[in-house]
T-cell receptor, first 116, second 112 residues
Framework: KAGVTQTPRYLIKTRGQQVTLSCSPI?????VSWYQQTPGQGLQFLFE???????NKGNFPGRFSGRQFSNSRSEMNVSTLELGDSALYLC???????????????FGNGTRLTVT | SQQGEEDPQALSIQEGENATMNCSYK?????LQWYRQNSGRGLVHLIL?????REKHSGRLRVTLDTSKKSSSLLITASRAADTASYFC????????????FGPGTSLSVIP
């Protein structure tokens, strides 16, 4: 079974631009979570989707948004990019829906975003 | 603030030694997980322990959970150079089933 696929792997953008990152979960997984990882802040939760609905959101500004499609694929968008948005963006999928969370997250290898 | 906090932040040991990492958290949880991350890659799930369990083993890994102290430990026995990575604990609060929160991680270096 294929793992979680994130595209693109690397991205370089300029301040003020916007970017869209894509995540394809493991087949059969309907929950997708997004995380931002930086050396200073570690892994920060962005949001989680299940069945095209955002179930929970982290403490990020409205410039960060996401969505999930009917095939469970997910995208996240960052508008008006800032230098501080440079990070590794990780997507993870899991098998079981809420309320049970006793299954692991399966991560992709991330998209490395550099904002100049 | 983050739910989980690992200790120590960095650990350097010789191959063959045991490595112990600790994790503390703040609120009641459903379960606690440990993940490993090799440099620049995604995280890999190692082990999950439920809130009603006290100890769990998987190969060279041993995880303990003390819900009264809100803490967990990960022990890697007979470490290998390939164990060099960052290790994260992750928790989901009982009040929020959809959000898994990660600690800052422990960077482990195993010297051959």
């Amino acid at each position: 079974k294929a793992g979680v696929t994130q595209t693109p792997r690397y991205l370089i953008k300029t301040r003020g631009q916007q970017v869209t990152l894509s995540c394809s979960p493991i087949s059969g997984h309907r929950s997708v979570s997004w995380y931002q990882q930086t050396p200073g802040q570690g892994l920060q939760f962005l949001f989680e989707y299940f069945s095209e609905t955002q179930r929970n959101k982290g403490n990020f500004p409205g410039r960060f948004s996401g969505r999930q499609f009917s095939n469970s694929r997910s995208e996240m968008n960052v508008s008006t990019l800032e230098l501080g948005d440079s990070a590794l963006y990780l997507c993870a999928s899991s098998l079981l829906p809420r309320p049970t969370r006793a299954t692991p997250l399966h991560f992709g290898n991330g998209t490395r975003l550099t904002v100049t | 603030s983050q739910q989980g906090e690992e200790d120590p932040q960095a650990l350097s040991i010789q191959e063959g030694e045991n490595a112990t990492m600790n994790c503390s958290y703040k609120t009641s949880i459903n379960n606690l997980q440990w993940y490993r991350q090799n440099s620049g890659r995604g995280l890999v799930h190692l082990i999950l322990i439920r809130s009603n369990e006290r100890e769990k083993h998987s190969g060279r890994l041993r995880v303990t959970l003390d819900t009264s102290k809100k803490s967990s430990s990960l022990l890697i026995t007979a470490s290998r150079a390939a164990d060099t990575a960052s290790y994260f604990c992750a928790t989901d609060e009982k009040t929020s089933y959809d959000k898994v929160i990660f600690g800052p991680g422990t960077s482990l270096s195993v010297i051959p």
